[in-house]
């Protein structure tokens, strides 16, 4: 395929957010006096991942997510707390996280290499995820960044993608491939938007919708690009 444009997922698939995750939560958790080992940070996790499917699939708004998530960990925990006070201090501790997936650097400088348009395509906050594209270095690869929030619309919503469409210069989607680790929201996105997609699945887990190419490292893009 003649590629153009790439669309790249951030979280997951060149920013390690399960990392990030877990160093903010930890942080927050050991600030309010709460339970900060490793069972209560993957409970935390489970517990944001589920929101952000429900607001994905469109069943709850998104600022439901911020603070239902702490109100739901504190529950679980049967604890008392602010969930706002966590969340916001959360939010903080998240924007810090600055790391990177695993070969990241490297297939960003092939793609550069490449002449390869590439346009970040990423759900989430616009504060935090613009501090952790510039404090990882990444943010200097990118044509141009596409975060929900600023978009008015999220990933696997067709109106993302047409949003971000009306902002490139290549208008057609034959020539354009999204990169990313989500099904339910890079690649139903995908599909929902008329979009070649590539799923970065480094666990092996099971498809839940069909995707062009699959791929477990980033450096196998060299071979599809």
Known sequence: MNY?????????????????????????????????????VKTYSDINKSFWESFERGEIPKA?????????????????????????????YLAEGYFTVDGAFDILDYLRSRDYKLYAATNGR??????????????KYFDMVFVSEDAGYQKPDKAYYDYVISKIPEKNRAKMLIVGDSQSSDILGGINSGIDV????????????????????????????
């Open 64 to 92: 439901t997510i911020f603070t239902g998530r702490f109100e739901k960990l504190l529950e679980v925990l049967g604890r008392q707390g602010d969930p706002k006070n966590l969340s916001e201090e959360y939010g903080d």
């Open 198 to 225: 590539c799923w970065y699945n480094p666990n092996g887990e099971k498809a839940v919708y069909p995707s062009r190419y699959e791929i477990s490292r980033l450096a196998e893009l060299k071979e599809i690009l």
């Open 4 to 40: 153009t444009s790439l669309l790249l997922d951030l979280d997951n698939t060149l920013l390690d957010f399960t990392m990030a995750e877990a160093h903010a939560i930890r942080k927050v958790l050991k600030l309010n006096g709460l339970p900060y080992d490793d069972k209560t």
């Open 126 to 139: 616009s504060a935090t995820q613009y501090r952790r594209l510039e404090g990882s270095g990444l943010y």
